[in-house]
């Protein structure tokens, strides 16, 4: 059996349960893990930490994903359209610097593509794009009860209130890019 050549992507649009829940639904991801980035308090934070706002980390997902199913454009439209990268360190009522809009880039590649598509959203949107877009310096893995939260935790409130409506949103923009349609 021949392995498939994965690439990695990094993003931060909110809280990392709704863009993880989002995001493992495409088609060609093979793997989401959610974590910590773009912050400057040394060794590995906390999610206690992270939420203190102090650290400067962003809530993020590292995604897996297989470019001759998916490409990074792709996915990072897919990003842009379901959350709203125009509220500067805010996603509905999640506010802080670690709910910010954000793409960290792995290489210059990335980095082109992601400069493309959020200046193409910039006319999607009402309101400037305020998404942050800067190198990948380190991931941190979030504690294991935040991977896979909503496939967990289905029944709690903020999935239900919060999760399964971009759910929703997500197979009514992007059916053509889910893995199922049920």
């Not at 498939?4 to 990392?16: D, N, Q």
């Not at 962003?58 to 842009?80: G, T």
């Not at 960290?104 to 493309?116: C, L």
Request: glycine letters at 8%; one cysteine or more; aromatic letters at 10%.
């Amino acid at each position: 059996m021949e392995s498939k050549k994965l690439e990695i992507a990094t993003v931060g649009g909110g809280c990392f349960w709704c863009t993880e829940a989002v995001l493992s639904e495409i088609k060609g991801v093979d793997k989401v893990v959610s974590g910590y980035s773009g912050g400057n308090a040394p060794g590995k934070p906390t999610y206690r930490e992270i939420c203190s706002g102090r650290t400067g980390h962003a809530e993020v997902i590292q995604i897996s994903f297989d470019p001759d199913i998916i490409s990074f454009r792709d996915l990072l439209l897919v990003f842009m359209t379901t959350h709203d990268p125009t509220t500067l360190n805010r996603q509905g009522a999640d506010v802080g610097t670690q709910y910010r809009s954000v793409i960290f880039y792995h290489n210059q590649n990335q980095k082109e593509i992601a400069e493309e598509v959020i200046a193409e959203m910039s006319s999607y949107y009402e309101n400037p794009v305020v998404t942050e877009l800067s190198p990948l310096k380190i991931f941190y893995e979030a504690e294991d009860y935040h991977q896979n939260y909503y496939n967990n935790n289905q029944s709690q409130g903020y999935c239900n209130f919060v999760i399964t409506p971009k759910l929703a949103k997500l197979r009514q923009i992007h059916a053509d890019k889910l893995k199922s349609t049920s």
